[in-house]
């Protein structure tokens, strides 16, 4: 397993931008598929960005298509996320996680590994 650290979370107008920051420690980080997941309060977590273990492929919920963009240095053992033209509805605790593998539907259960996440709040 590996373990996750994410920064980078904050306050930020609609229309603005972010960058998530995912930091892995732990050994064959690079064997690993990452994404990121969204939990807003009162709601179930969704599942947000995915890359896989090489960084070739990549995976987007449709509400953040265009928008987002995930992306990984395996060098480094980061995972990114960057966000821009910011939602007020994108407001969550935004989590990076670790699978084995990546599916054509990525799902939470499918990720044993997770970070203790980071608040984005996007103000209207």
């Known amino acids: 397993q590996v373990q996750l650290v994410e920064s980078g979370g904050g306050l930020v107008q609609a229309g603005g931008s972010l960058r998530l920051s995912c930091a892995a420690s732990?050994?064959?980080?690079?064997?690993?598929?990452m994404a990121w997941f969204r939990q807003a309060p009162g709601k179930e977590r969704e599942f947000v960005a995915a890359?896989?273990?090489?960084?070739?492929?990549?995976d987007y919920a449709d509400s953040v298509k265009g928008r987002f963009t995930i992306s990984r240095d395996n060098v480094k053992n980061m995972v990114y996320l960057q966000m821009n033209s910011l939602k007020p509805e994108d407001t969550a605790v935004y989590s990076c996680?670790?699978?084995?593998?990546?599916?054509?539907?990525?799902?939470?259960?499918?990720?044993?590994?997770w970070g203790q996440g980071t608040q984005v709040t996007v103000s209207s």
């Open positions: 890359i896989n273990w090489r960084g070739t492929s990549t």
């Open positions: 732990g050994r064959r980080f690079s064997s690993y598929a």
């Open positions: 996680a670790a699978a084995p593998s990546l599916t054509a539907t990525p799902k939470a259960t499918e990720f044993g590994s």
